[in-house]
């Protein structure tokens, strides 16, 4: 796809992305999320993204959610161990008004102490409303296990504790920070010339006073392989299984996201969904995932079962992992595994605000972004030598950590 990049003297990049839909997709990404955040003060990264919607020096909270939703667009943001996104889709004629309340919210909100105490309270009760759900819990118990010691472990949400004594004063010194201007990208798909689409930019951005990043994060060490259960108050058991993996740049992550997506992603065709759900009827939810980061990743297995199953769907689970492991995907299967990831790749283009949040990514991550085709030559590149060096480390059973949540009685 057809794109041009484009960075202001303070850093700050922009992303020009031509399309000739009558509805446009924007975004701003902030390479700073959870990690980023004090061991003392976890959840500051996502409280900032709330509070940014509340009150700047010249709108409040009515004002800024108006500013758009008032002529139909959608405005929204996200926060993630290593980004912070505000996105919005609207129709072509609001790219200045969409571009200056990235601005505004981003750059100019004041963080007053009545609305922090409010959000507070919202947030802790998307704590409590998180900590009811099991099946999402567990994932951030397992990687505080699989990351300990490390703020790559701590709950983007934070604790009821961390999030009720953050103060306004913390808000100032995180922005100050981590919001450098050279990793910040504002994005924009639509049907704009590239002059129009940098005179607004510019006029918005180039204003940002620098704040250019001084030092590296730092990466996580390998821990210790752990197993823990814990009793809680539900009614089915969920456990998950997984290990350290993968960064962004390792020579093997196009490798695990296709054996991934192979053997445990989306879709009803992945081999343990066959295998234990449609075969054995043992689990309703079971699947894998992979997350690259900038120096790390991480893979999971996760399944809810009853309590009385989970041996079983364990035996079977190391069974598909050994026989992975012992007899490789032939030409035939890795081939058909391909094409399947390839095709999802392609229907995947057609999320518009989607794709453009994941160019933003990609330019922040590599610098660069790729096109379909160099993606896809990338995963055909892909050999069954690489899939049996990816599945006897990453699939080997003395090498997986695991949590297991267990039904009280």
Known sequence: ????????????????????????????????????????????AHFIEHLIFKRTEKRNTNQILNRLESVGADLNAYTTKEYTCIHASFLNPYLDRTLELFNDIVFHSTFPVDEMEKEKSVILDEIASYLDQPEEAIYDDFEDLVWAGHSLGQNILGTTESVSKITQKDIYQFISENYHTDRIVVAVLGNYSLNKFLKISTRYYAEIKENLHTSSRKAPEK????????????????????????????????????????FGGTGMSSVLNLQIREKHGIAYTIETS???LTDTGIF????????????????????????????????????????KFIGQIALGEENRIGLVISMAKNLMD????????????????????????????????????SLTFYPLG
């Open 1 to 44: 796809m057809e794109y041009n990049v484009h960075t202001l003297p303070n850093g700050i990049r922009l992303l020009h992305v031509p399309s000739a839909s009558a509805i446009s997709h924007a975004c701003i990404i902030i390479n700073s999320g959870s990690r980023d955040e004090k061991e003392e003060k976890p959840g500051m």
């Open 223 to 262: 821990s210790p392989v752990v197993s823990k259960i814990l009793n809680k108050p539900i009614q089915q058991a969920h456990a998950v299984l997984g290990t350290q993996a993968y960064s962004l740049h390792h020579p093997y992550k196009t490798g695990l996201l296709l054996l991934n997506n192979h």
């Open 290 to 292: 992979f997350s690259p």
């Open 300 to 339: 999971t297995l996760y399944f809810g079962t009853d309590k009385e199953k989970v041996d079983r769907a364990l035996q079977l689970i190391f069974k598909e992992f050994k026989k992975l492991r012992e007899n490789p995907l032939t030409e035939v299967q890795l081939q058909k595994a391909k094409n």
């Open 366 to 401: 590599y610098d660069r972004i790729d096109s379909l085709e160099t993606i896809f030559n990338k995963i055909q590149a892909v050999t069954k030598a690489e899939i049996a060096d990816i599945s006897n480390e990453i699939l080997n059973e003395g090498n997986l950590s």
